[in-house]
């Protein structure tokens, strides 16, 4: 069975405070990962993608990957109540064609409180 | 400008109807892929299409049909055999050799 987990939350935050999503997946040699936002009533949005083991910087947003423990996470430094939303793990996992197709988690929702 | 665009944003369907969910893409992208999104749950994959004149089934492609006769366009239809049809369909795209999807709008569909 391809899984992606992510703890479902409420994850609340102070606004300038780190935010840590966590997700795990259960096909081990996967290779691409992404995280996701989407605002309420909108459909997900693309903040990062990460392919390789150890951290990737993007502005505020940290992705890091650790394929041996099959876990990526994503931080967000200095929060702003603009980032709550529900932010969506997505693993590349090889189960038809042959590129692969995308598994979701079910995706942690982040409140930032001002 | 270049995106992917659905229609209509809202549906509202009859038991016993079917409807289509247009798609569009002006992105020249190769692969386009239908999900389904309920509340709380992650996203679920209908059908996809890597190529022009040829589509595979997803996880969930019982009670929907598509069709792939031009590379910007992947229409879905949702057939009276889906037994549960209200959800958000999100359609995506992205090109060969590539795995970042990205995604259209949405279109929320409500069986009344």
């Known amino acids: 069975q391809k899984e992606v987990e992510q703890n479902s939350g409420p994850l609340s935050v102070p606004e300038g405070a780190i935010a840590s999503l966590n997700c795990t997946y259960s096909?081990?040699?996967?290779?691409?990962f992404f995280w996701y936002r989407q605002y309420s009533g909108k459909s997900p949005e693309l903040i990062m993608s990460?392919?390789?083991?150890g951290d990737k910087e993007d502005g505020r947003f940290t992705a890091q990957l650790n394929k041996a423990s099959q876990y990526v996470s994503l931080l967000i430094r200095d929060s702003q109540p603009s980032d709550s939303a529900t932010y969506l793990c997505?693993?590349?996992?090889?189960?038809?064609?042959?590129?692969?197709?995308?598994?979701f988690g079910k995706g942690t929702k982040l409140s930032v409180k001002p | 400008d270049g995106g992917i665009t659905q229609s209509p944003k809202y549906l509202f369907r009859k038991e016993g109807q079917n409807v289509t969910l247009s798609c569009e893409q002006n992105?020249?992208?190769?692969?386009m892929y239908w999900y389904r999104q309920d509340p709380g749950q992650g996203l679920r994959l209908i059908y996809y299409?890597?190529?022009?004149?040829?589509?595979q089934k997803g996880d969930i492609a019982e009670g929907y049909s598509v069709s792939r006769e031009k590379k910007e366009s992947f229409p879905l239809t949702v057939t009276s055999a889906q037994k549960n049809p209200t959800a958000f369909y999100l359609c995506?795209?992205?090109?060969?050799?590539?795995?970042?999807?990205?995604f259209g709008p949405g279109t929320r569909l409500t069986v009344l």
């Open positions: 299409s890597q190529i022009v004149n040829d589509f």
């Open positions: 992105l020249n992208h190769d692969a």
């Open positions: 997505a693993v590349l996992m090889n189960y038809g064609g042959s590129q692969g197709n995308l598994i």
């Open positions: 096909d081990r040699v996967s290779q691409s």
């Open positions: 995506a795209s992205t090109s060969t050799g590539w795995n970042e999807q990205f």
């Open positions: 990460i392919y390789s083991n």
